[in-house]
């Protein structure tokens, strides 16, 4: 019902358009054709005036009303961020000043020198002044701000610095899952034909690699917590669609292309709790978000990120327990236990543990996907 009426609407409105040209052709004739073109180019030029003035006033209003709900320039968390914020400023600075000559110029021209019997319109095919002018200066303003934007480029997109932090980010419809390095400082190995929800290995770690045991993962709904004034590196995938990282309080993003890891990084320059302060906000936090159109759930992938000192990195790191070891926990403690016994049947119990044990391996073994010696 609700097309029906849209192509209604749409048939109507072509209806009616279409009747008011041809009312416009018989009144041209009843009144004159030359006439009534005059008078309607009187009419166009006045309305080319009102709407320049309309249209700034609408440029003046909208900035004033929805200035506060849009970044500022200067409020970036992340260093790469003010580069970003230097360059936008300094394209809008140029833009700005050519859009406004050039709108201004135009309306009032289509205004003041509108037809009239009184003037004749001086015609002349070409000028090398006027053609060298609009060439050379665009050209030399184009190229400035190109020559700051692939200095930026290179900078953001550059080598991360030796000491930064590595953060692996795994975007799948439509959420965001995280993984640190273990106090080695290398990420576990991965195979995505391991991946394998029902045994909770969600990102398919391959657990016969020993560097994956100290690693730290955090599932969907949890934050991403960064160290202010420490460079990240994050490392990014995508196990589906390709979706996007962006950052927006930090002016970055990149894609998650499945199959393809990409990386990027930058140091957050303000913690959690300043940017509560500085917008006035107790419930600010930095937020992830999708970038790229995934699926029906796009607008609700969201995740959080959390800047904070070292002091507080380092206390919230002690509290996470490694992927592996939690799957271990979780088998051992899913194995029976007995009452304490003693004699003959404490050996037997201590015999049940060390199966349960060696079940518990078994398990995480398979969850791993290893495979036996037939290859199957």
Known sequence: MQNFLIFAILILGFIITFQIARASEFV???????????????INGFLLLVFLVVGLFGVYWTHHTLGDKILKFGSSASDHGRLVDNMMLYTL????????ATQILLFWYSFKYQESDKRTAYYFPHNNKLELLWTVVP???????????LVYWYRITGAAPQNAMQVEITASQFKWEFRYPGKDGVFGKKYYKYIDEAHDNPLGQIWDDEANHDDVF????????????????LVIGSKDVIHSVGLPHFRLKMDAVPGTPTTLWFTP??????????????KFVYEIACDQMCGQGHTGMRGEIV??????FDQWMASQKPKYAQ??????GAAPTAAPATGA???????????????????IDAAAGKKDSTGK
């Open 307 to 312: 800047v904070e000192t070292q002091e507080e």
């Open 269 to 282: 320059i303000k913690t959690t709790k300043q940017m509560q302060e500085e917008t006035g906000n107790s």
């Open 28 to 42: 041209s004739v009843i009144r004159g054709e030359e006439k009534t073109r005059k008078q309607s180019n009187k």
């Open 139 to 149: 050209a030399i303003v184009l190229t400035i701000l190109i020559g700051f934007g």
């Open 327 to 332: 799957m271990k926990e979780d088998l051992e």
């Open 218 to 233: 955090l599932p969907a709904g949890q934050a991403l917590h960064l160290v202010v004034g420490k460079p990240v590196k």
């Open 345 to 363: 049947a404490a050996k037997d119990s201590a015999a049940s543990g060390t199966a349960g044990k060696d079940s518990a391996k078994v398990t």
């Open 93 to 100: 600075i140029a833009t700005g000043i050519v859009f406004f």
